[in-house]
């Protein structure tokens, strides 16, 4: 029962990819299942999806399998040979895995296989090579989830271009020819090539659907992350969702393509009101749309953070001391930025800010108690 809790589900032992570690090998029976439980329930939110995709995909590969068999003209016995022949199942069940990781978001891609091949080139030019890429490994720990993150989003908000585009990179591949570099023998589709344009297609429909929505109620809706925004009071904050007075969505809830497409609508909207509408405004919305797109890969506001870091010795101090902080649990430092509150003499419960100069400040303001020690920079709802 533990190992189908532990984050994997079973698909990973099915096609014989490793699954991770059990923590209580080197912690212990208690100290391990505790530290393994954040990624218990992140494999309880995750599996579902993923098998669902799985049994999707290993049905539709296992029809056009059939179907290819039954067009050379297989006979019936024939047809069933190869269907339950164990290479074709496990080639079918592979395909299927593959295919099921783009509904956890870890499916592979090429920014992601670049961005770790640079890593590896990095390494071997000495420790000044070494320090370099250890560097980008800190500032960018989770790659491959945010780049299709990326994807999936723009399929929501401009998955007609993208089917356009890759049907049209099929024609000029075929018209090359099978024989040419970076052809192929015809511009008939695969299984595979159908299914996504299909889903692209899809995805811009609801995409279109839920920015109108967006549009329209966009006051109720925080927009996406910007650097230096304050919120003001009474207002959603970043990736939250407003309901009535005091009712809110928190951005944990919502962090997925779907939503972002509204968080992005919202701030077009917001940007379009401070342009003065008109052309003016349209052309503000475009721009702030794709500045959101684009600021929301995790590596763009981390790589801004690392010149910065070298402007000033305060800067250096906050880029090291946040470093630090963020081996915090984020869900320990989540506690203390919510239970850091005072009233105020109209009976108002805010959230206090808190100043941090030196480096140990920035690891006090992600603990509870030691937060409270720092000198109080301000409130805010």
């Given amino acids: 029962m533990y190992s189908k809790l532990k984050g994997d589900s079973n698909l990973k032992s099915l096609v014989g990819g490793d699954s991770y570690p059990d923590a209580r090998e080197n912690w212990g029976e208690v100290a391990g299942t505790i530290l393994a439980l954040p990624q218990r329930i992140h494999g309880v939110f ?17 029809q056009a399998e059939k179907r290819a068999i039954e067009a050379r003209g297989a006979t019936p016995e024939e047809v069933h040979a190869h269907m339950t022949d164990q290479s074709t199942v496990a080639a079918l069940q592979l395909r299927a895995f593959i295919k099921s990781r783009e509904a956890i978001l870890l499916q592979d891609n090429r920014a992601n296989d670049y961005i770790n091949e640079s890593i590896k080139r990095l390494k071997t030019y000495g420790d000044a090579g070494k320090v370099a890429a250890a560097g980008i490994e800190y500032e960018l720990p989770i790659k491959k989830v945010g780049i299709n993150m990326f994807s999936e989003a723009t399929s929501y908000l401009v998955g007609a ?44 429909t609801v995409g279109v659907a839920t920015a ?47 939503f972002e497409t509204a968080m992005v609508t ?41 010149p910065e870091a070298f402007e000033s010795e305060q800067k250096g101090k ?22 850091d509150t005072e009233t105020l003499p109209s009976g108002k419960v805010v959230h206090v800010d808190r100043k941090a100069t030196e480096i140990p400040d920035y690891v006090k303001k992600n603990l509870p108690g030691y937060r409270e020690t720092l000198k109080k920079r301000g409130t805010h709802p």
């Fill in 46 to 62: 995750k599996t579902p999806a993923e098998m669902n995709d799985f049994y999707r995909a290993l049905t539709r590969y296992a």
């Fill in 161 to 204: 271009l993208k089917t356009a585009k890759g049907l049209r990179d099929i024609d000029k591949s075929a018209a090359k020819g099978a024989e040419a570099k970076g052809g192929r023998a015809s511009n008939v589709l695969t299984a595979d090539e159908a299914d996504q344009f299909a889903r692209q297609l899809q995805k811009q």
């Fill in 212 to 258: 109108i929505i967006a549009w329209m109620g966009y006051k109720a809706i925080g927009g996406m992350y910007q650097r230096g925004k304050k919120t003001k009071e009474g207002e959603p904050a970043h990736g939250e969702i407003k309901f009535g007075e005091d009712e809110k969505i928190s951005r944990q809830w919502l962090h997925s393509p779907f």
């Fill in 266 to 306: 919202a701030d077009a909207h917001r940007a379009y009101d401070a342009a003065g509408g008109g052309t003016k405004g349209v052309v503000a919305a475009t721009y702030k749309t794709i500045a959101d797109v684009i600021n929301d890969l995790p590596f763009m506001q981390n790589l801004k953070a690392i």
């Fill in 318 to 339: 906050a880029f090291v001391g946040n470093a630090i902080g963020s081996l915090v649990p984020p869900y320990v430092r989540q506690y203390a930025q919510e239970h």
